[in-house]
Every structure is written in structure tokens, then in C-alpha cells.
């Protein structure tokens, strides 16, 4: 049973306002995890006000000074490894073997990574007769989500403090623990009183009044589109600036010269990364109408190869979902495809046998789904892929841009060439040509309504960034 029942505020585990506390279940079991406090309005303008407090000293600390606290962030993370990835793996379901490598990896690698950016990057440069300097945004409200918890905070926290801002984080109520590690690390590193804060609680509360309050200079959210639209509404009442990374309804796009075998094995694997629990997932894959007999069969055979397990374990390649809820909308969803007259060619809506305690979902795959389905439009976020099929390569290009999403996706064909050409006309963030493997320090980020704003490396550095430039009068000769 793990137990938090303090916010770390102003350099300090303090006690919440409210007595409220929120349950956390293992994904695995669906047993009780643990419980967090929930906080309440009043918590988080305690957190806002140590921010505000700690703001203009930790602006003014040079940048090696914050990449050294960087460093040993990142060091006491990598040191609690083990803890780390057997709360995520409990939290979000993921195997705790791709835990490691990635809910834990990727975040150590990100913090130092940081570090490094606020050593190296020119803050100011001569334009002219000005002097154009980059200045930390200011206090900054971040809202993470459950599916990737420590790397989506760590993609706002770090590059946050590497910039000169100071952070009030609000993690999500799923998946918290790994939150309150992190607060531990912090903590242990000595970073300045109020530099970093944390308060958990749940959206309505906490995260509506770190979109609104007047002291807080930028949100940062990753979510759902529905609540990034409410986080941009309550925002846009002070001014401040708003970063978004949202929903996807990603495509991979095989054309007809694509190697088959090697496009469905890719799109598979982007679709049931984390079960499917992915914002970039490629959920729909759009196959020319002659060939998708083939890719059916080729289907079949890849998703036998994704057998279900406890997370736990050190062989499993395919977890449970993250919630109860989380399960009952994915069956939901698949529910709804086959009444909309798709074909079954793997998978179902029932629960997969011998796994009835846990959040588990078969990997399913749906057949000639129409391209204006419900599972076609809607973000499932869970292990189920939609085969579509297309006429020819503009109606491809048609049909993967027919979507309010624009995060993630993919081309295959024998020509790279072509695959570009295609990629160059898909209205979204990322595109993989022939499952090339995702960079770290590449934007990541969307188009339409996927957010806006970018992630990763110098590109989600200069998010907490504010432009100011300084005129000097010019000698005339």
C-alpha cells in the first residue's frame, strides 16, 4: 500500500487543505495501489504563490547554476530506477521491461539532455542596433496525463527549470506515484524553495485554477482535446500563454508498392505500443482496396504474436489498460465499430480469458471500416487498429487528412522517394517513412485540433521562452 498524504510546496512536504483522498488502482489486479491526497483550490494558490515567490531569484540564477540541479535530478532518478518503473508499470499498465527502457529512460535522458541545452543555448544575440534576448516565461501550471506520467512531465518540468521558470505541477490522478518520487528527488537535490511544486487533485479543481489564476504565466497540458479546450478557454481570461499536446487519430499510409509484411508487422507495433494507450498511435492503417485481402492475412498472423500478460513480468510484450474506464471505453468502442459494419479480424469486445481481474483488452483489429466510422473519427486510446482502404494515392492522401486530429502517422512504399512526397501532403506533426523510429529530440506536437506548440529537444526548450529586445540608439558615421 503506498500513501502520500503531503504536497511538496515552497521547498516543504505540507499538509493539504481538504482531507480528501483519491484511490490509485494496479492495472494488473485492478487491487488498491495506493492513495493520494486531493487537493484543493486553496493548496494550489499555495503552490502558485511559492512559485511566484521563487520566480525572479531562480530567472536570475545562471544557467549552469540550473543545469546543475538538472543533473542531479536526473542522477536521483536513474538511482530509483526500480521504483519508478514498478509504480508506472502498476499505473499505467505498460510491461515493466518497456518501463525501463522507456517510462524511466527516457525521462533521465530528457532531464540531462536539458541540462545540457541551458549550458549551450545562446540567450541573446545582436539584431541591428537591438540586443534580442531570450527571459523564462515566468510561473509555469503543468497538467500531465496518465499514459506516459513521468515523461510528459519531465518534457515540461525539465526544459521548464533548464529556461529560468518555476513549476507548479499537477499530475494525473491515474498514475501519481511517480510524480511524488520525483517531488522526493527534487527535494534531495536541494533545488531552491518553491522552484518546484507539486499538487494533485483532479482537473476540475486544481487544474482550472492553475488555467486561470493571474499569476501563472503559462500552462502547459497534455490530454485530452476536450479538456485542452477548456484549458485554453479558462486561460484566454488572462492572457497567458498555452501549450498543447492533444488527442491523435493517426494514419499509416501503405501504398502499393510498400512492402506488405513489413508495414503491417510497423503499424501494429505503433498502434499497441502501451496497449495503444498513445496519443501518435497509428490506429488507422490505409491499404490500397486490391491488396486488402492480403494485408488481412498478414494481420491475422501479426497480432497473435501481441499474447497478453501480467505487466509485471519480464516476457510480457502486451499489458492491461490503465483503468476500468479506460477499459469499458475501448470495449465500447470496438462494440460500436462492428455495429457500424466492421469486420472482425481479430480480437472482440469481451474480456480476454484468464486475465478478468485486471484492465485487459484483447488486441483487436477491424476490417474495412469506413472512413468516416466512429472508430475511424474517434480517439479509442487502447490496442485497437482500423484497416481502411483507398482507391488511390490522392485518395490515401484524402482520407488520411479526413480527421480534426493531426499528431502522429506513416507512409510505407518501395520508394522513399514517393513515401516523402506523400508525407509532404499529410496535414500532421510527425511522419515515419518506413517505420522510422521515433527522435528524441525532433518536435513532437500536432496540427488542427492535436494542440499546439512543440516537445522535445531545443524545440520544446524555447516553449518557456519569452523574446525581448533592447534598442540602442545607432551612431550615424
Known amino acids: 500500500m503506498i500513501t502520500y498524504d503531503k504536497f511538496f510546496i515552497g521547498g516543504q512536504w505540507v499538509t493539504p487543505v481538504g482531507r480528501g483522498t483519491l484511490d490509485v488502482f494496479h492495472s494488473a489486479d485492478a487491487k488498491l495501489m495506493g492513495r493520494i491526497p486531493e487537493g484543493a483550490a486553496e493548496d494550489t494558490e499555495a503552490a502558485i504563490s511559492a512559485a511566484l515567490k521563487a520566480r525572479d531569484t531562480w530567472a536570475a540564477t545562471p544557467p549552469a547554476e540550473r543545469a546543475a540541479y538538472l543533473r542531479k535530478i536526473a542522477a536521483g532518478l536513474k538511482a530509483r530506477t526500480a521504483d519508478l518503473a514498478n509504480v508506472m508499470t502498476g499505473e499505467t499498465g505498460m510491461p515493466i ?41 515566468g510561473v509555469v501550471g503543468a497538467i500531465t496525463p496518465w499514459n506516459y506520467p513521468l ?20 499530475p494525473s490522478e491515474v498514475a501519481p506515484f511517480n510524480a511524488f518520487i520525483l517531488a522526493e528527488v527534487i527535494a534531495e537535490a536541494g533545488l531552491p524553495a518553491g522552484v518546484f511544486n507539486l499538487v494533485t487533485g483532479l482537473g476540475p479543481v486544481v487544474g482550472e485554477v492553475l488555467a486561470r489564476h493571474p499569476d501563472v504565466d503559462m500552462v502547459s497540458f497534455t490530454g485530452s482535446t476536450r479538456a485542452g479546450k477548456r484549458v485554453s478557454e479558462v486561460a484566454s481570461q488572462t492572457v497567458k500563454r498555452v501549450a498543447l499536446e492533444l488527442g491523435g487519430k493517426s494514419a499509416s499510409v501503405v501504398l502499393d508498392d510498400a512492402d506488405l509484411a ?51 513480468e519480464e516476457t510480457t510484450r502486451l499489458g492491461p489498460l490503465a483503468s476500468a474506464a479506460q477499459r ?19 480480437g472482440g469486445d469481451t474480456v480476454p480469458e484468464g486475465f478478468e481481474s485486471g484492465f485487459f483488452v484483447q488486441p483487436t483489429v477491424l476490417g474495412r471500416v469506413a472512413p468516416d466510422a466512429t472508430v475511424a473519427q474517434e480517439e479509442i486510446f487502447g490496442p485497437v487498429l482500423s484497416i481502411i482502404t483507398y482507391e488511390d494515392e490522392a485518395d490515401a492522401v484524402r482520407i488520411a487528412n479526413d480527421s480534426i486530429y493531426g499528431l502522429g502517422g506513416g507512409v510505407w512504399s518501395g520508394d522513399e522517394a514517393r513515401a516523402v512526397r506523400v508525407a509532404r501532403q499529410i496535414r500532421t506533426g510527425q511522419v515515419d517513412i518506413n517505420g522510422g523510429e521515433f527522435n528524441v529530440q525532433a518536435p513532437f506536437g500536432g496540427f488542427k485540433q492535436s494542440g499546439h506548440g512543440r516537445e522535445n529537444g531545443v524545440y520544446g526548450f524555447e516553449e518557456f521562452l519569452e523574446y525581448k529586445s533592447l534598442q540602442f540608439k545607432s551612431v550615424k558615421s
Request: proline residues 4%; contains cysteine; hydrophobic residues 45%.
Open 97 to 137: 521491461k518497456l518501463v525501463r527502457a522507456i517510462q524511466v529512460g527516457g525521462p533521465v535522458y530528457h532531464w540531462n539532455k536539458y541540462a545540457e541545452l541551458a549550458e549551450t543555448f545562446e540567450f541573446e544575440a545582436r539584431v541591428g542596433n537591438s540586443l534580442v534576448v531570450r527571459e523564462p516565461v
Open 151 to 170: 515523461n510528459q512531465i519531465t518534457l515540461k518540468v525539465a526544459p521548464a527549470l533548464a529556461a529560468g521558470c518555476t513549476v507548479v505541477l499537477k
Open 262 to 312: 513489413a508495414a503491417v508487422k510497423g503499424t501494429l507495433n505503433a498502434c499497441y505500443l502501451n496497449s495503444g494507450q498513445t496519443c501518435s498511435a497509428h490506429t488507422r492503417m490505409l491499404v490500397p482496396a486490391s491488396r486488402y485481402e492480403e494485408v488481412k492475412a498478414l494481420a491475422k498472423e501479426a497480432v497473435a504474436r501481441f499474447t497478453l500478460g501480467d505487466p509485471r
Open 328 to 346: 469499458e471505453r475501448v470495449q465500447t468502442y470496438i462494440r460500436k465499430g462492428l455495429a457500424e459494419g466492421a469486420e472482425l479480424i481479430a
